[in-house]
């Protein structure tokens, strides 16, 4: 059904039961924030932290899809708007939910 939809609904129509998310990296030198927006129909809660520990809970596995990682030392981020390898803050931000009710 959803590969039916994909494919016979104008590319700009949202899918039932789609989200929209953003991929976003902050420059922490000069604040600019980079944003690839992308609809999405599932999340991929993790079972284990970035350690390997098994996460106590599932609040506890979609609290980690809100974490930022931070792009630092050998990580560092090439900023497009100030031109310079800084320190920044890379995650994702949820925009819009599903509409499931
Ligand atoms: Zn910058």
Redesign the pocket.
């Known amino acids: 059904m959803l590969a039916y939809l994909e494919e016979h609904l104008p590319p700009q129509t949202p899918l039932p039961f789609s989200g929209l998310l953003a991929y976003e990296t902050k420059?922490?030198?000069?604040?600019?924030i980079s944003r690839s927006p992308s609809p999405f129909q599932i999340l991929d809660a993790p079972l284990s932290s970035l350690t390997g520990d098994p996460l106590p809970s599932l609040d506890d596995a979609f609290l980690s899809l809100l974490r930022h990682e931070r792009l630092d030392g050998l990580n560092q981020?090439s900023?497009?708007?100030?031109?310079?390898k800084?320190d920044?803050l890379r995650g994702v931000v949820y925009q819009r939910m599903p509409n499931v009710r």
Request: proline fraction near 0%.
């Open positions: 420059c922490l030198s000069c604040a600019n981020y900023c497009g708007a100030c031109g310079q800084s920044a």
